[in-house]
């Protein structure tokens, strides 16, 4: 597996913001590992940070705009492509704006300077999403639709139809992210003449010229039109070329459009949180479906972490076996409900009980189809926390261990005879006055089987 990768060093960008028009320095910083991608506004008092997570999207009119606790930033994807095409796992990016530099509209020259500042192989592995299943998500109004499916490396088709004459159906494909720095990082942000007069007329593109946008010409262009982008982009002459582009940019590619929404689908994915591995296949992409299939998959990958089952070594001899349980656990047969203690430290514990015909509760539930009341494995889940508490004592023999409170709590799989269970239970707070308040899990046949929060408290014996 590959490792997590930073910067090497410090590095800075400057020029204005596409819509505010305002000048804004962009600097790059190291970040430690799992840290993954945020912004700061150093503009702000107290230099507020913005991660780039797609649970803090707000608006995704003209570019994707992050918000956390009152602070904006906006058109954050080009600078995050960049650093998911570089394979880069954690930054800091620093601005003295809430809008990054538009620079020519593309991810080209914060590529270049993520190359420049060097690029540092980190300890940790990188934190990579298999998509294992396909994984799909639809903007109802648009029709737009984005599908992810397995795959070896990341890959990316976009399909879009602009349903005009002068920009009709395109499509881009990159097949492995290394050769987004060649095919793709270099394309330019564009729009429609029609949208450029209305977001004129919105007081937005204050920082627009035409070097970094390519525009397409769709209607007719009127003096009135054509004087209104004179001033705008303080020009004295604006022409429409034979390609139906504005003044004198050239295409990059002849498909630079659809390479550039391929673009802009990377960078609104980085807010996954994570690398990913598989296939995505976008028909007709913008910020709005992007960004929304972004959070349904930040939300799978959340599910997945919660509910993935730990490894543990079976075969090897038990921190306590069951007479160094019974040494600190006041708890007998047969309401003695864990075997062995696999793991235990200051925060967490990890214990086991094989499930066997034997046991008394099966004669009564249930004759004929034995199941495992769902009380018992609470209660074997609170004997496995009660040795992690009681084990912060001197003489834990002197104690007795009381319930408190249980919350949401959830049954999922039966437990049936044979079966092996796993319990692991967590510390949600430090223990205070012998009060112990812990997330536990119960595992068997590597599924969750049940989980609880618990609250317990340890009571001298008198």
């Known amino acids: 597996m590959d490792n997590q990768r930073t910067i090497k060093s410090a590095i800075s960008v400057a020029g204005v913001g596409l819509h505010t028009g305002r000048e804004v320095t962009l600097t790059f910083k190291p970040a430690p590992e799992n840290h993954g991608f945020s912004f700061a ?106 599908i992810a499916m397995p795959s070896d490396n990341y890959e990316i088709t976009t399909m879009v139809d602009f349903g005009t004459k002068i920009l009709g159906t395109q499509n881009a494909t990159m097949t492995d ?24 007329d919105a007081g937005l593109i204050k920082g627009g010229d035409l070097n970094n946008a390519i525009v397409y010409v769709d209607k007719e262009l009127s003096e009135a039109t054509m004087d209104k982008l004179k001033k705008a982009f303080n020009k004295d002459h604006i022409a429409v070329k034979p390609n139906g582009v504005l003044d004198n940019l050239s295409l990059n590619f002849p498909n630079e459009a659809s390479r ?59 921190l306590m076996d069951i007479h160094q349980i019974m040494d600190i656990l006041p708890h007998r047969p047969p309401f003695l409900l864990i075997d062995r203690i696999i793991e235990l430290s200051d925060s967490h514990v990890v214990g086991m009980k094989n499930v066997t015909m034997n046991e008394n509760f099966f004669v009564g539930h249930f004759p004929g189809a034995p199941v495992m009341p769902g009380v ?42 044979g079966d092996t269970l796993i319990f692991k239970a967590e510390l949600i707070t430090p223990i205070r006055r012998g009060i112990c308040h812990m997330q536990a899990y119960a595992y068997a046949n590597n599924k969750v089987v049940a989980e609880a929060q618990l609250m317990a408290q340890i009571v001298k014996n008198k």
């Open 260 to 318: 550039h929404k391929l673009l802009d689908v990377i960078g609104d994915l980085a807010l996954i949180g994570c690398r990913i591995q598989g296939k995505i296949i976008a028909n007709k992409p913008g910020h709005k479906v992007n960004t929304g299939f972004a959070k349904k998959v930040a939300a799978i990958i959340k599910k997945e972490k919660r509910n993935k089952v730990p490894t543990f070594d079976l075969n090897q001899p038990p």
């Open 41 to 146: 506004r150093t503009d702000l008092d107290g230099n507020p940070v913005v991660e780039a997570k797609a649970e803090y999207v707000t608006n995704t009119q003209r570019g994707t705009t992050l918000e956390k606790n009152g602070v904006a930033i906006q058109t954050c994807e080009h600078v995050l492509a960049a650093a998911v095409g570089l394979q880069i796992d954690n930054l800091l990016i620093e601005m003295n704006s809430p809008e990054p530099p538009i620079m020519d509209g593309s991810s080209k020259y914060f590529l270049e300077a993520l190359e420049k500042a060097g690029i540092e192989e980190q300890d940790a592995p990188a934190n990579i999403y298999v998509v294992k299943e396909v994984i799909s998500y639809k903007d109802e109004t648009t029709g737009s639709e984005i």
């Open 376 to 417: 018992l494995q609470i209660e074997a889940m609170a004997q496995c926390g009660g040795v992690l508490v009681l084990s912060t004592v001197p003489d834990p023999e002197n104690y007795l261990t009381y319930f408190m409170k249980m919350d949401n709590v959830k049954f999922k799989q039966k437990v049936l005879p």
């Open 177 to 200: 992210i290394s050769t987004f720095k060649k095919e793709f990082s270099g394309t330019r942000t564009f729009s429609f003449l029609h949208e450029i007069e209305d977001l004129l």
